[in-house]
């Protein structure tokens, strides 16, 4: 089964239940479409564009926030067996060029309101022949009116299992952005594993925060899998925000970023939000990903709703996004792992010989599925050197227990090594953050004449509580055996990509100069 085939199981299956609901509440805003009518609507659009001279292996470029029109673009896109190219929306001008320059697009969809911008580099998008708006009074060809005429009868075009479908580029958290090279295999294995992991059904529905741009887009494709319903939330996030959309929606399942999570715990706690306002029966699972989860948050998590299940999920661009290894619901007892490989995945944690480590030892995670990218795109080397034997070296330094659980230790770019000693960020992160007025914190290492690298702590405080430097050392000194303590304490806000990973590359460089 492909993706267009997975559309139209549910328009058959499920034709008139609702697939999507798009709510943005700050402009009272709230539209919602049917399985048998999106299928309609991403048929034409795909007609559309194959009339227009887009087909394999052509590039389609798409850029929006998340909406209803974004999904139909993008299943649109794939249809035609041309390439899915999905943009993050805050790139400036020179990344759009830089993407541009990699991809060659022959068509770029876009929401209205980066409309302007678009129409302005026009002229430095040679490739591109077809300029498409998803809105009213751009100053682009409007996509209402360039698919109106076109058949809702699928396209015909045949999509193999092993077909190139889709080209991301990396959130570059270690170094600059890089094209990853999918194939349609990669996003049905991650419906599947999705569908499995947060044991999906038709009658559940799901809130979807995090941009669709990047590989978090699986969390949909599992619901999507099930024939579920999914509710886009286009906002500013907040811990009310979340809470009224759960409960006016009636929200089954929720992925959660942490920061989002310790906003709601930090809201419930002070009292300025109340559980007793809210309807939340409904709420049965929230799920965390894209980065480490401190156990202190599902604990306490676990105070404020006691009945509400969990799961954690682990990931990476270059392995198709979410959930190739999770904890699984009802394993609450080993919070702090990330889990065991997914249904459709296997794991290795090896030495820098490629040889597997001793239980309890570090080494570095290597995944093999469905989901292992093809190549990055234009970069043999950078792929061979990434992927061997279908083996993809994750980067992530790992260890698994005697029950086969894997505990992320840390990136093996983040690594501190500070006189000789190996200091894994992550895991004095999760000491700092226990302090009752820390809310978020990243641990990098800063050049030091003596010992290599220090360890460095970048501490945001709740707001209206301070800490001194004096206090927080204190608490390491209680809590951190000397050589990982923080020799330099900076207390500043700890800056996140969308998917909600710390930018350690901003960071260092803002403090490198001024140790």
Known sequence: MNMAEML??????????????????????????????????????????????????????????????????????????????????RFTDDDIRYCANVAEPTAFIVEEQYSDRIAALRKELPSTQSFICMGSSCALEEMEAFMAKASC??????????????????????????????????????????????????????????????????????????????????DKVTPKLILDTVA??????????????????EALDSGN???????????????????????????????HFPDMQVNVTY????????????LGIGNER????????????????????????????????????PGVMKEYYKNQELTAAAVKDGWLYTGDLAKMDDEGYIYIVDRKKDLVISGGENVYPVEVEAIIRKHPRVLDVAVIGMPDDRLGEIVTAVIQVT??????????????????????RPRRIIFDDVPRNPSGKIEKPKLRAKYAQKA
């Open 315 to 326: 990931g990476l661009s270059e392995a198709g996004g979410p959930g190739i290894i999770h």
């Open 463 to 484: 707001p209206g509580d301070p800490v001194t430097d004096q206090e927080m050392q204190a608490f390491c000194e209680e809590n951190l055996p000397r050589y990982k």
């Open 8 to 89: 139209a199981k549910n328009a058959r299956m499920y034709p008139d239940a609702v697939a999507f609901v798009e709510v943005r509440p700050s402009a009272g805003l709230r539209k919602e479409i049917t399985w048998v009518r999106f299928y309609e609507r991403v048929n034409r659009l795909a007609n559309a564009l194959i009339a227009r001279g887009v087909n394999r292996p052509q590039k389609i470029f798409l850029m929006g926030m998340n909406s209803i029109n974004w999904l139909e673009a993008f299943f649109g896109a794939m249809a035609t067996g041309a390439w899915v190219v999905p943009l993050n929306f």
């Open 334 to 369: 080993k919070v702090g792992a990330i889990g065991k490989p997914a249904l459709l995945w296997d794991a290795r944690i090896v030495n820098e010989n490629g040889a597997d480590v001793a239980t309890e030892e570090v080494g570095e995670l290597l995944m093999r599925g």
């Open 248 to 265: 006016g929606e009636r929200v089954t399942t929720v992925f959660l970023l942490v920061p989002w999570a310790q906003d709601i715990l």
């Open 153 to 234: 009868e699928p396209p015909g075009v045949k999509i193999d299992y092993a077909d190139e479908s889709a080209l991301y580029f990396t959130s570059g958290t270690t170094g600059s952005p890089k094209p990853v090279l999918h194939r349609q295999m990669m996003l049905v294995g991650s419906a599947v594993n999705e569908a499995v992991n947060e044991e999906w059904t038709h009658e559940k529905s799901l809130l979807m925060m995090a941009p669709l741009y990047h590989l978090a887009i699986g969390h949909l494709l599992g619901a999507m899998l099930a024939g579920g319903r999914t509710v886009l939330l286009i």
């Open 273 to 303: 939000l109340k559980k007793k306002d809210y309807d939340l029966s409904c709420w049965q699972l929230y799920f965390m990903g894209a980065q480490p989860i401190p156990p202190s948050i599902v604990h306490r998590w676990r105070g």
